[in-house]
């Protein structure tokens, strides 16, 4: 009886935390739109607006290119699929997620890694000349932030003695101090340039332009339409919020719900919407102030990640 | 022997106007001539008459303004020309122009493919010729473009266009790509040919300027201010200083707008919003100000014959406002490193390419040639503080400082305009109209506009030819993006910033 009381239990918390992301993706969209709005001296659209936009989206037709494959279709919902799967087990909203256990950071990251290479090989699956452009840019980057990302990741392990999620989160609670090391902290700045660059944020892409030939991820779904194009916009946005999600729980793990119960589950979802909307603007604001950088500049940026990652985990070593 | 001697006179009398006729088996050698002695081709057109097609030469050179008109007559059964294309790469174009609209011939061009007319087109139907009877039906085969094939391991090609993400006019671009290097480039263009030149002809005074303020929308003062210029000139029609002062005024204004747009556009192109956003509500505070002073955001109605009318002037202290707000943005711009680094040494323009190529304007000044019709041409006194902007890099960073300072030069020029004294509203007298022919070259923000207009018998406008000065600029683009990558050509496009409307016709 207890047994199935907890299974219940971590399937309302799976269940509650992929809602919460899902919904959360496009407002966090909407908040950082309205945010450079303002700052620019635009009134802006209102924050709910990328959810109108997604329900448009949803109602709308099918279009498919003719030549294209069942990879086509397989790349938005592959998209969404692992994301959701990665949201269900990772210490968002609670600190023990359900299969805590085997949430491990490495797995995590790769799991997530499916989804863009599907997305990637859609692109090319329509034959065009963007999405093979868009496609080779992406990885181009990608395989940029893989090396910054998984060394960031060690750092943080050898620094926990542990690459489980959840644990890592925990480890934060328990000891502030392992928050505060340099191991930590490097690894961390590290992750947000991946978070920026893997999501196609200002300086590395401009999610706002128009200009076909500058394009790296709208390049890839340019052939997208109705819902196809809302599974991979939907997609996208809960993997910004996943990625930043763990990035503040890994760097100010207060008011996770770290035990059982409809009070701490709550406030462990108040904790998560407000540290991430304040991570999201702050990103908006930078982004205000920033413009796109040459393409060719950004294995610089990309390299300083790397570094910072790389110092990181040499700290860690020699504690 | 006459021909020879009247060049030879002319050129050391240079006289402000001269018609030259000119034998077929002459052209090669006084077109030479007059490109030694430093004259610019403008203008090529030409104009099909009964028996006869008559081609006109319109070299200009200045200060003090000089226009040279070289006029050879063909047979209109079997036009044909000896091509000078070899002198002059603009004339190039402007032959295979004529050979499309006209069907004339020019003997030994190296190159003569279509330029106006796509491949359904059908073949031997010259729409521009009196004799040219209904457009018969098209041919099927809209795809067969002559690219030149670009092989080699690892190139890969892409098309972009006509129709494009964002909301600008068509136009057709072919990538031959290594990496993300651009190996070569093409533009294919004339997507909105729309036969404006036909549209003039046999039309009342009226419904030409109209027509005429809007061949490029962007451009309304320069192209109407050409027209109205060279159906003056034809009808010899004198006028006054005052209302020079006014059409200068507008000229301006119509400089203002664009560059400050264009200065924001190329932030927004590097992603940098907020410049633009700033650039965007200057702008709108500058149509605003256009709508006071001609009752139309673009400056419409502004200028007619023999006169300009405006309603209101801006106040020297509303420009040194604009001035301030302007500054602003500039320093905001400069300020980041980001869109410093993607402004300078991208697309860069050799002054050799731009001189070979006949650039004008603001491109062909960032390359570092001085021609400036307001200066050459000019028909307005200038203040001291006038001067004209160059830059010698000719990369998308010098395009957008001559656009910064020609903007300052702007609202000094128009802060002089505005405190001469005199009324606003200056008309002549009623326009006689009679046979005759005549030119006219008004400097707008992207460079020479020219206009040349002939009445026939009876006073009837018979042919008006419009050169943009796009027309001479598009060819250089390509020349521009040879070792850049594919994700900074929006940008170099935008520092051109050229017309498809004003290019196609």
């Known amino acids: 009886m207890n047994g199935l009381t907890h299974v219940l239990t971590q399937v309302l918390v799976a269940l509650f935390q992929v809602a919460a992301v899902a919904v959360g993706g496009p407002l966090l969209l909407g908040l950082m739109r309205k945010v450079r709005s303002r700052l620019e001296g635009r009134a802006g659209a209102p924050i709910h607006q990328p959810l109108l936009d997604l329900r448009k989206l949803f109602a709308k037709q099918r279009m498919r290119p003719r030549d294209s494959s069942w990879v086509f279709g397989a790349g938005p919902v592959v998209l969404v699929a692992t994301v959701v799967a990665v949201t269900a087990v990772s210490p968002l909203v609670s600190a023990s997620p359900p299969l805590g256990q085997s949430s491990d950071f490495f797995a995590v990251v790769f799991v997530l890694l499916l989804g863009s290479v599907l997305l990637a090989l859609s ?41 489980n999620l959840p644990a890592l989160v925990r480890v934060g609670i328990s000891h502030p101090a392992v928050i505060a090391s340099p191991a930590r902290i490097l690894a961390l700045a590290s992750f947000l340039v ?67 119960g409809v009070l701490f589950v709550g406030l462990g979802l108040l904790a998560l919407v407000a540290k991430v909307c304040a991570v999201g603007a702050t990103i908006a604001v930078f982004e205000v102030f920033t413009a796109k950088l040459r393409l060719f500049r950004l294995p610089e940026l990309l390299a300083g990640g790397f570094v910072l990652a790389l110092l990181g985990a040499l700290t860690a070593v020699v504690r | 022997m006459s021909h020879e001697l009247n060049m030879t006179r002319l050129l050391s009398e240079r006289p402000r106007r001269a018609v030259l006729e000119c034998g077929s088996d002459e052209l090669i050698e006084s077109v ?14 030409a104009r099909h008459d009964e028996a006869v097609i008559e081609i006109v030469y319109l070299f200009v050179d200045g200060p003090p303004d000089q226009r040279i008109e070289l006029r050879v007559l063909l047979d209109a059964r079997q036009p044909r020309i000896p091509s000078i294309a070899h002198l002059n790469y603009s004339a190039s174009r402007f032959e295979r122009e004529m050979y499309d609209l006209f069907g004339v011939q020019p003997i030994g061009h190296p190159q003569l493919r279509r330029l106006v007319l796509h491949q359904h087109w059908p073949r031997g139907w010259h729409p521009m010729r009196h004799d040219a009877g209904p457009q018969p039906s098209m041919n099927a085969d809209a795809d067969a473009f002559p690219f030149a094939p670009v092989e080699g391991p690892g190139i890969y090609e892409i098309p972009v266009g006509p129709v494009h993400a964002g ?3 068509p136009g057709h671009f072919r990538f031959w790509v290594l990496g ?21 002809e046999g039309r009342d005074l009226d419904f030409a300027l109209n027509l005429a303020e809007k061949i490029s929308g962007d451009s309304a003062v320069s192209h109407s201010l050409a027209f109205v210029q060279a159906v003056e000139e034809a009808l010899g029609v004198e006028v006054g200083p005052r209302a020079n002062e006014l059409r200068a005024v507008l000229l301006e204004l119509e400089r203002l707008y664009n560059h400050v747009a264009d200065v924001g556009a190329l932030c927004n192109d590097v992603g940098f919003g907020l410049a633009n956003a700033r650039a965007l509500t200057l702008r709108e ?14 400056l419409r109605g502004g200028v007619h014959y023999g006169g300009a009318t405006l309603r209101t002037l801006p106040t020297r202290e509303e ?36 001189r070979d190529l006949g650039v004008l304007g603001v491109v062909a000044r960032a390359s570092g040639l001085h021609d400036d019709a307001r200066v050459s041409q000019p028909f307005v006194e200038l203040p001291a503080s006038f001067h004209r902007v160059t830059r010698d890099v000719g990369d998308v960073l010098s395009r957008f400082e001559v656009r910064c300072d020609e903007v300052d030069v702007s609202l000094r020029l128009l802060a002089d305009l505005v405190s001469r004294e005199g009324p606003l509203d200056v008309r002549g007298d009623e326009v006689e109209i009679r046979e005759g022919h005549g030119t006219g070259i008004a400097e707008g923000w992207r460079g020479a506009v020219v206009h040349r207009v002939h009445f026939g018998p009876g006073g009837i406008l018979s042919r008006v030819k419009i050169v943009d000065p796009s027309f001479f600029a598009w060819p250089a683009l390509p020349l521009a993006l040879s070792d850049t990558i594919v994700p900074d050509f929006p940008l170099v496009n935008k520092s051109f910033n050229l017309s498809y409307a004003g290019n196609d016709l």
Not at chain 1, 132 to 143: E, K, L, N, V, Y
Not at chain 2, 188 to 199: A, D, M, N, P, S
Request: hydrophobic share 50%.
């Open chain 2, 167 to 169: 909301v600008i006019e």
């Open chain 2, 32 to 45: 030479a001539r007059l490109l030694e002695a430093g004259f610019r081709l403008a203008l090529v057109g």
């Open chain 1, 123 to 163: 692109a090319l699956d329509t034959g065009t000349a963007f999405g093979g452009m868009g496609s080779s840019r992406s990885m181009t980057i990608g395989a940029l932030c893989e090396p910054a990302l998984l060394v960031a990741i060690l750092a943080m392990a050898i620094a926990a003695r542990t690459s």
């Open chain 2, 285 to 298: 505070r500058l149509l605003t100000l256009n709508d006071s002073v001609t009752g139309h955001r673009l």
């Open chain 2, 319 to 354: 420009l040194e406002d604009i001035a301030t707000q302007f500054h602003e943005l500039v320093a905001l711009a400069r300020s980041n490193s980001i869109v410093m680094d993607r402004f300078t040494g991208t697309g860069v323009l050799t002054i050799d390419q731009a």
């Open chain 2, 180 to 200: 993300e290097t651009i190996v070569r480039m093409k533009a294919r263009l004339w997507f909105v040919h729309k036969g404006i030149e036909r549209l003039f």
């Open chain 1, 194 to 260: 991946v978070i920026l660059a893997e999501s196609g944020r200002l300086p590395v892409d401009n999610p706002s332009t128009h200009l076909e030939l500058t394009m790296i991820h709208e390049a890839m779904v340019l052939e997208y339409s109705g819902a196809d194009l809302g599974l991979i916009i939907l997609g996208e946005s809960m993997r910004l919020v996943f990625l930043l999600g763990l990035f503040v729980n890994l760097f100010v793990p207060w008011g996770v719900a770290d035990r059982p």
